[in-house]
């Protein structure tokens, strides 16, 4: 997000390639970390039998599906690639990466204490 604003304010090209550069590196990262957590389900670590499991899980798909449609929106060219849609795809991704910590940091603290 921080690079969509960068351009937003100077305009200058080399802002785009960088949120090009980042999405795609965070897609990568994301769709590891998507096995990760198959895993972690496959395996019983990640308790979804909770609601705030399962809205979890959600929510990490909900901010793949997000960055990937800002992927593409910032495939575009130039001033339209950033401004306005990519700009609010990127604070909306934000915005629900914030949400699924807190969640995340919910499962984790209720495996530790089902655990113990």
């Known amino acids: 997000m921080a690079t969509d604003i960068a351009y937003w304010r100077t305009a200058e090209m080399m ?5 090009s ?5 965070g897609l990568l990262l994301g769709g590891i970390a998507a096995i990760g957590g198959i895993a ?17 899980a959600l929510g990490n798909l909900a901010v793949f ?14 001033w339209t690639s950033v ?14 990466i ?4 807190v969640l995340g940091r919910m499962v984790q603290r ?3 204490e089902d655990a113990a």
Do not use: C, E, K, M
């Open 15 to 19: 802002w785009t390639n960088f949120s």
């Open 110 to 112: 209720q495996f530790f």
């Open 83 to 96: 401004v306005p849609t990519g700009l609010t795809l990127s604070a909306v991704t934000v915005v629900v």
């Open 65 to 78: 599906v997000l960055a990937l449609f800002n992927a593409f929106v910032h495939s575009r060219d130039a």
């Open 40 to 56: 972690d389900f496959a395996t019983g670590r990640l308790p979804l039998r909770a609601g705030i499991g399962l809205l979890y």
């Open 98 to 101: 914030v949400i699924n910590a």
């Open 21 to 25: 550069w980042l999405l795609a590196a």
